[in-house]
């Protein structure tokens, strides 16, 4: 049996036979297996999962949902390893391709001479992943928080956040900036479900207009925010305490000084300087003189021999 021809195989999503004069077809990466600058990654299986997944999904703009801003779909996809470059963390490169057609008429003629001009180039995914791994500590971050920071290195090791076991594709989207720097994709999980707190959060702050949530997400996210107010309101209670100890420190070290003119100094400290500060202080048992000491009541010394 031959293999299939493109115009074979998008005509498998075509109402109406298509000849290959009546399309336009081009080459696109949609994402690869390197840490993005959001410090993601998929893992080689989600590559593969999403390989198939792929397959008949629309090409829109910038993520819109409108049926109107559709102009392209997959007709195929494959995976390709690169034979010279590696993973920041060390593992062959793999990168998913997809070929993709559209229409050849005169609706699309300027998208694509920006396509074949290299001007409408970088592609975003959007695709729902059930498992988002820590490569610190191994936790999932979609049911538990572990804390640590995505780009941060804890003990000599990257934090980053490794996406696997796909669950569907929803579409690819041009546009302006992307986040994987060689695939040129922008990842977006808020098309559907969002359930994780870690992706709501992102859908949030990326484009709460078009973000909707269920009860169970906006519980999830006025827990965070509960939690988020208690924890302000510790640091502050913790914050006060550290300032009245900074405080009573100086003024026992210091007594020439007001206590008042110490108390605009240690109000204008952050949480750090104070801690940094009050060890100081408990460590050496004294202070360096203050400038703000006046020379009243010293000895002066004799600089007669200098004066001229």
Request: net charge negative.
């Amino acid at each position: 049996m031959s293999e299939l021809k493109d115009i074979d195989r998008i005509n498998a999503f075509s109402k109406r036979e298509l000849t290959e004069e009546e399309v336009y077809i081009f080459t696109l990466t949609l994402c690869d297996n390197d840490i993005d600058r959001d410090y993601e990654c998929f893992s080689l299986d989600a590559l593969k999962q999403l390989k198939e997944l792929f397959i008949g999904k629309t090409g829109i703009f910038d993520h819109s949902m409108k049926s109107a801003d559709q102009k392209a779909r997959i007709f195929d996809t494959y995976i390709e390893k690169s034979d010279d470059e590696l993973t920041a963390y060390g593992d062959g490169l793999y990168r998913l391709k997809a070929r993709a057609y559209m229409l050849r008429n005169d609706e699309n003629k300027t998208l694509i001479d920006e396509i074949e001009g290299g001007i409408k180039k970088e592609v975003s995914v959007s695709c729902s992943m059930e498992k988002a791994v820590c490569s610190v500590c191994g936790k999932d971050r979609r049911s538990e928080r572990c804390g640590h920071i995505g780009g941060k290195s804890y003990g000599g090791k990257l934090c980053y956040t490794t996406l696997s076991d796909a669950s569907d594709a929803y579409e690819f989207s041009f546009v302006a900036v992307p986040a994987q720097r060689r695939a040129g994709v922008t990842k977006s999980y808020y098309s559907k479900e969002v359930n994780a707190l870690d992706d709501i959060i992102k859908a949030v702050r990326s484009d709460c207009e078009k973000l909707e949530l269920n009860a169970a997400q906006l519980k999830q996210l006025n827990c965070y925010i509960n939690s988020l107010e208690e924890n302000a309101t510790l640091g502050v209670r913790f914050k006060s305490e550290l300032c009245r100890d900074v405080l009573k420190l100086f003024t026992e070290k210091v007594p020439e000084i007001e206590r008042e003119v110490f108390s605009e100094i240690v109000s204008a400290m952050t949480v750090s300087e104070l801690i940094a500060v009050k060890e100081s202080l408990v460590k050496s048992g004294e202070v360096p003189e203050p400038q703000l000491i006046s020379a009243e009541g010293k000895t002066a010394k004799d600089y007669s021999q200098f004066r001229i």
